[in-house]
């Protein structure tokens, strides 16, 4: 059995060496087979071959019989895909504990200082600008988060919904007020869903969860900020996600 280079490429990332990936696609062309078949088939030195079928199973991509001679047969891919996913988490927890207790304290003691960009715009101007360079740089998302008083800036970088953003991004919008006042944005191909609410304090734009600009204020905005900060994009980005869900659909 043959497998494109996407393929293999994507179980190379996924742990499993060129003999691996070879005996596994044996296997799954065979369905079941002796160590000695699947050497000969996949051109894996007899030498190695227990080697290689013993961390297939302990990756959790075959399974054996009990019976001698052994004979040994895949896992679904999918199944075996869950499996490694399970395994990448558990490690990941382990690693992650492992620097919180030996590095962490370390860029602590030397009291090394995040430096993430952040900038106050001042003016409708300077807000559009930076809008029109999130929706440009966007390729996959862009969450917005219109309150009432947004709507003018909204209706300003209305033209971007149309021209600015690649064909790959997909635009979430919630707004507040009468939903009528909104209709106006959902002739864009690139929106993909827009939701309502009836009062909202503050809004902004997140763009694949990497940067965001924050409109804060009741009637008028007080105060329009940019920033890539990990942890207050991320803050951002869950708000939203949480302001979204109890809001009524368009």
Not at 45 to 70: A, D, H, M, Q
Not at 169 to 191: H, S
């Amino acid at each position: 059995m043959t497998a494109n280079e996407e393929t293999r490429s994507t179980l190379r990332e996924m742990g499993l060496n060129a003999y691996e990936i070879d005996s596994y696609l044996v296997l799954l062309d065979s369905g079941e087979m002796t160590a000695m078949e699947i050497s000969r088939q996949a051109n894996v030195p007899y030498s190695k071959t227990y080697e290689v079928l013993n961390s297939l199973k302990e990756k959790g991509w075959i399974k054996s019989g009990e019976s001698r001679p052994f004979k040994y047969y895949p896992v679904p891919p999918l199944e075996a895909a869950r499996s490694t996913k399970l395994r990448l988490e558990g490690k990941y927890v382990c690693w992650e504990s492992i620097l919180a207790e030996t590095l962490q304290p370390l860029y602590e003691k030397r009291e090394l200082v995040e430096r993430p960009d952040m900038l106050i715009l001042r003016g409708q101007q300077a807000a559009l600008t930076k809008i029109e360079e999130i929706f440009k740089k966007a390729s996959v998302e862009i969450m917005v988060a219109a309150p009432e008083f947004a709507k003018p800036l909204i209706m300003l970088a209305e033209p971007l919904l149309g021209s600015g953003l690649k064909k790959s991004v997909t635009m979430k919008l919630m707004a507040a007020g009468r939903k009528e006042d909104w209709q106006f944005i959902k002739k864009y191909a690139g929106l993909g869903a827009l939701r309502i609410r009836d009062h909202m304090f503050g809004g902004g734009i997140i763009a694949d969860g990497k940067e965001a600009m924050l409109f804060l204020g009741e009637d008028k905005p007080s105060l329009v900020i940019w920033s890539n900060h990990v942890g207050l994009v991320g803050f951002a980005r869950e708000y939203f996600q949480f302001l979204w869900d109890s809001s009524a659909t368009a």
